[in-house]
């Protein structure tokens, strides 16, 4: 839901508490010059609200794109499974001018895929966020990485341009069928809000896996704490790219993926992703899928 920018109370001990608007904001920091950065961010926004109109809702929320890429796609089967990598690319836009509205949840689903996280090490959310860094996480445990482009601006005025944020994004097996999402700043590509908010400013958040029948099923709500940051202002996603590394490991002699291709459906695997935004308190779901050829 969108909150009123006149209520924002900069505090160095702040902390909104609260899943893929998947986005970069989340500030605890007791220094100075962290408050001072944040200071700067919110006035540049200030400015952004006085040359901005009121939105007025009309139609859908926003648009959206995905694209999965899959390689090397080989069907696979059971007995004899095939590992493999795969990319996700999605892009969001707003709609009547206005900023991606706060994305709540990201669910993709993919045909013939079986997750096996199990043989692999694991990095959990309370490892991350007690040392606000993954860089203590274990070899092998990094299953995805990627990136997503972003801005953030007052909520209150959503057709206001916002201010670039731009991480690295991390995927973690979290063990048990979870999955562990961290955003890292690596300047000076890779920044949000001008290198206000970095490594850490954000809690890690986590998503799920399933198999239903044939099809992989990942879900990863978006915590308020990524996506509302601060009061009054909010982030929107434009885009994010993940790839999926092709792991395996020998396990009793025997050679097994992370990620494993069980089956393909007349020689093509099937893909959707379903996004929920929230805008506000009102709750809106768009979808987009595709194919792609395997063997």
């Known amino acids: 839901m969108r909150r009123p920018l006149d209520n924002l109370k900069l505090s160095p001990t702040y902390n909104h508490s609260h899943e893929h608007g998947r986005l970069c904001l989340h500030s605890t920091t007791k220094g100075g ?36 890429s899959f390689a090397p796609n080989k069907a696979g089967s059971a007995k004899a499974p095939s590992a493999l990598s795969f990319t996700q690319q999605y892009t969001a836009g707003g709609t009547n001018g206005n900023r991606t509205a706060p994305l709540t949840d990201i669910k993709t689903k993919i045909y013939g895929i079986v997750p096996n996280s199990k043989p692999f090490p694991t990095c ?3 490892k991350i966020g007690a040392a606000k860094s993954d860089a203590g996480c274990p070899k092998g445990a990094l299953v995805a990485t990627g990136s997503i482009t972003a801005l953030i601006g007052p909520a209150n005025s959503p057709s206001a341009q916002g201010l670039p944020c731009d991480p690295l994004l991390h995927a973690w097996n979290g063990g ?29 958040f986590v998503g799920t896996t399933k198999v239903v029948g044939k099809t992989l099923v990942m879900d990863t709500p ?12 909010e982030g929107s996603l434009t885009g994010e790219t993940l790839k999926w590394l ?4 020998k396990v009793n002699g025997k050679t097994v993926a992370f990620n494993q291709s069980v089956a393909c459906n007349k020689g093509k695997r099937p893909y959707s992703v379903t996004f929920t935004a929230v805008m ?9 899928s595709g194919t792609q050829k395997c063997s």
């Open 222 to 233: 978006i915590p308020p704490a990524v996506s509302f940051p601060l009061p009054g202002i």
């Open 124 to 126: 959990s959310a309370a």
């Open 280 to 288: 506000n308190g009102q709750s809106q779901s768009g979808s987009a």
């Open 33 to 68: 010059s962290q408050l001072r950065r944040i200071v700067v961010v919110a006035t540049a926004l200030a400015v952004l609200v006085a040359a901005a109109s009121a939105y007025a809702a009309t139609g859908g929320f926003n648009t959206y794109s995905a694209k999965l």
């Open 176 to 204: 048990g069928n979870k999955v562990v999402f961290f955003f890292v700043d690596q300047p000076p590509l890779h920044t949000c809000a001008g290198g206000a908010i970095m490594t850490g400013g954000v809690p890690p």
């Open 246 to 249: 092709k792991l395996t490991k």
